[in-house]
């Protein structure tokens, strides 16, 4: 049977590939802070094919990622496919610049992620197994309101990059996922128009294909995705006056 452990499991794009795993027979473990939304993901599993195990988990903290690591290893003898999911998200403006921000950001997307890097990678290169890193789009270049956002974002994408480089020979299956914007409850609090916004059980449809296949990327909306890739591209002066206009800074 195949074995997924997905961390920021309780909602949003989590939730959706947890419960797409669960329905073609996958045991999956999710893990979060939130007690009540991950029991919530467990009893919606309970009609589907695979079952579905919640594991209380703050990724800030070291101790806990390392003892919840070793209980999915334990139980499962050996994870397929892990899929580091969880994230915060805050919007904040140059005129409301916060550096408690910006540590809090960085603390849970990009130091949350290598917190389980840590103690995970050691056993897949042993054992082999597929890691995924869900990153976002809003790393591939500077976007307004979101400098602290996405600078996590972009740490993230250059680490599973750099990784990629030396692990791409081994039984190591590292992917890099970097959503657009999909409809979460991290997303409800954005006050600005949001392109090519989908749903979350989409955006778990495009990333479980997407796994299955052999790409390093996974990343969707297409056209909008690629707009990102194209503007990441131009030299600063271009890309500057266009960001603006588009964004209506």
């Not at 920021?8 to 939730?15: E, Y």
């Not at 921000?101 to 890097?117: A, D, K």
Request: with cysteine.
């Amino acid at each position: 049977m195949e074995s997924v452990w997905i961390t920021g499991g309780g909602t949003g794009i989590g939730r959706e590939l947890a419960l797409a795993y669960a329905r073609r027979g996958a045991q999956v473990w999710i893990s979060g802070r939130r007690t009540e939304v991950l029991s919530q993901v467990v009893a919606e599993a309970e009609s589907l094919q695979g079952q579905v195990s919640a594991l209380v988990l703050d990724v800030t903290d070291a101790q806990a990622c390392a003892e919840a690591w070793r209980q999915v290893s334990d139980a499962a003898g050996k994870v397929n496919r892990i899929i580091l999911n969880a994230g915060d998200h805050r919007e904040m403006p140059a005129a409301e610049f916060n550096q408690q921000t910006v540590e809090h950001l960085m603390n849970v997307n990009f130091y949350g992620v290598t917190r389980l890097i840590e103690k995970i990678l050691p056993d897949l290169c042993v054992q082999g197994g597929q890691l995924a890193v869900v990153a976002s789009l809003a790393g591939y270049r500077g976007l307004p309101l979101a400098a602290a956002y996405g600078a996590s974002k972009a740490a993230l994408i250059n680490l599973t990059e750099a990784l990629r480089v030396e692990l791409e020979d081994g039984p190591v299956d590292l992917r890099l996922i970097n959503p657009g914007f999909v409809r979460t409850p991290l997303t409800d609090r954005n006050q600005f128009e949001m392109p090519s916004l989908i749903d979350a059980d989409e955006a778990a449809q495009r990333i479980v294909k997407g796994l299955d296949g052999t790409a390093f990327e996974i990343r969707f909306p297409t056209l909008f995705a690629g707009t990102l890739r194209a503007l990441s591209m131009l030299p600063y002066r271009l890309y500057f006056a266009l960001i603006k206009r588009i964004t209506a800074q």
